[in-house]
Nanobody, 123 residues
Framework: QVQLVESGGGLVQAGGSLRLSCVAS????????MGWFRQAPGKEREFVAA????????YYADSVKGRFAISRDNAKNAVYLQMNSLKPEDTAVYYC????????????????WGQGTQVTVSS
C-alpha cells in the first residue's frame, strides 16, 4: 500500500517561513516526478511546484517563484517544500503528489496523493 505523509504545516505570520515534508512508503518514486499542490477554501486545487525524477528539472507556479523551493531526497523517498516570504494568499491545504511522468502541473497526472497539511498565513 502506497502512502504519502505530509508534515510541517502550521500558522505563520506574513513574511515568515515554513518547510513542508512528504515521505512516501510502499514504493519508490526516484523515476517519476513528485510535486506539491494546494487548495484554498472555495477554490480548485492548484499547482505549486514539481521536481522531476532523480532531482532533475524543477517547475514552479508563477505565484511562488523566487519564494518557494522544492527539493528531493531519493534515499529517503521524500520531497520537501521550503516556503519563504509567505503571504496571506498562500493560505491553503498543501498536498504532496507523486507518480507523474509528464504534465507536471496537472493534478490528473499524479497517481498518488497525501492527505494534506494546513498552512495558514496571518497578515
Amino acid at each position: 500500500q502506497v502512502q504519502l505523509v505530509e508534515s510541517g504545516g502550521g500558522l505563520v505570520q506574513a513574511g515568515g517561513s515554513l518547510r513542508l515534508s512528504c515521505v512516501a512508503s510502499g514504493r519508490t518514486f526516484s523515476n517519476s516526478a513528485m510535486g506539491w499542490f494546494r487548495q484554498a477554501p472555495g477554490k480548485e486545487r492548484e499547482f505549486v511546484a514539481a521536481n522531476r525524477r532523480s532531482g532533475f528539472a524543477k517547475y514552479y507556479a508563477d505565484s511562488v517563484k523566487g519564494r518557494f523551493a522544492i527539493s528531493r531526497d531519493n534515499a529517503k523517498n521524500a520531497v520537501y517544500l521550503q516556503m519563504n516570504s509567505l503571504k496571506p494568499e498562500d493560505t491553503a491545504v498543501y498536498y504532496c503528489a507523486a507518480g507523474a511522468y509528464e504534465g507536471f502541473s496537472e493534478p490528473s497526472r499524479y497517481s498518488y496523493w497525501g492527505q494534506g497539511t494546513q498552512v495558514t498565513v496571518s497578515s
